[in-house]
C-alpha cells in the first residue's frame, strides 16, 4: 500500500509529509504569535500531540501542486498561495458548519473574504510554500528516505490509527464542550469521560483561538431580534396587569 504512487509521489513519502507538515507548523505558528503578540499559547488542532492537519493538508497539497513549479519560483508563490487561502477556507468552513466554531477570524483584515482568508495571510501562504518546496522538503524527504523496510511499514502504521485515533476523539471533545453550554449534564459513559478528561478549560487551552462567545453557540440572539422581544414583553405587561 505505502509505495502506491499519487502525483508522482508514494503514499509513504505523502503520509510523512502530512506528519511532518501537522508538526511543522504548530511550531511555526506559535513563534509567529509569540513574536507578534508575545504571548506563546498553543496551536494544536488536535487534543493530543502537537499535531494540526490544516497544516499537514497544506504540506501535502502544496507538494503536489507546487513540486512541477519548482522552476518557476514566481509562479510557484502564486499557486502556493491559491492554494494556501482555498485549504483555510475550505477548514473554516467545515469546522464553522459541524462544530458552529472559528479557530480564527479575518473580518479586521483588508481585502478579506467572509472572515476566512485574506490578503496578507495569502501572502504568508506563498512565502510558506517557496520554502518549503526549496528549503523545507528536501531535507525532510532524507529524514522521510530513513523510514524504510518493515519497521517503517509498523511505524507508519501506528502514526496512522494513532492519528485516527485522535482526530475522533478531538471532533468528539469538541463537539461535547458546544453540547454542554446547551446541555451540562452527560447522558452516557462517553460524555461523562469527555467531560472529565477535557473540560471547558482544558479545552480552551489547547484550542485558544476558539471562540467560546453565546452568541457564537447560538445562545444570544442578535441585537434586533433582543430589541424585537423586549418590545413584546413590555407591550405584553400592561394586559396581564389589568
Known amino acids: 500500500m505505502w509505495q502506491k504512487k499519487f502525483g508522482g509521489f508514494s503514499l509513504h513519502d505523502l503520509f510523512w509529509t502530512f ?6 507548523g504548530v511550531f511555526v ?7 507578534a503578540v508575545g504571548v506563546m499559547e498553543s496551536r494544536a488542532g488536535l487534543v493530543v500531540g502537537p499535531f494540526n492537519p490544516i497544516y499537514g493538508v497544506g504540506a501535502v497539497v502544496l507538494l503536489l501542486c507546487l513540486y512541477r513549479f519548482k522552476r518557476w519560483p514566481a509562479l510557484l508563490m502564486v499557486v502556493s498561495a491559491l492554494c494556501g487561502s482555498a485549504i483555510e477556507y475550505i477548514f473554516s468552513f467545515c469546522e464553522e458548519t459541524f462544530f458552529g466554531t472559528r479557530s480564527w477570524d479575518y473580518s479586521n483584515e483588508p481585502f478579506n473574504l467572509n472572515g476566512r482568508i485574506c490578503l496578507k495571510y495569502a501572502f504568508y501562504w506563498a512565502v510558506l ?3 518549503f518546496i526549496y528549503c523545507i522538503y528536501p531535507a525532510l524527504s532524507k529524514l522521510i528516505g530513513l523510514i524504510r523496510g518493515n519497521v517503517g511499514n509498523i511505524l507508519s502504521w501506528t502514526m496512522l490509527i494513532f492519528l485516527i485515533v485522535d482526530m475522533i ?4 471533545a469538541v463537539a461535547r464542550y458546544k453540547q454542554r453550554y446547551f446541555d451540562p449534564t452527560p447522558h452516557s459513559v462517553i460524555d461523562q469521560i469527555l467531560d472529565e478528561s477535557y473540560p471547558d478549560d482544558k479545552i480552551e487551552e489547547i484550542f485558544p483561538s476558539m471562540k467560546k462567545s453565546r452568541e457564537q453557540f447560538g445562545l444570544i440572539e442578535d441585537g434586533d431580534a433582543v430589541a424585537k422581544k423586549e418590545n413584546q414583553t413590555s407591550e405584553a405587561e400592561p394586559s396581564q396587569a389589568a
Do not use: P
Open 169 to 172: 476523539l478531538s471532533a468528539a
Open 19 to 24: 506528519v511532518a507538515g501537522c508538526m511543522i
Open 129 to 131: 510554500g517557496a520554502l
Open 29 to 35: 505558528e506559535q513563534v509567529f504569535v509569540y513574536v
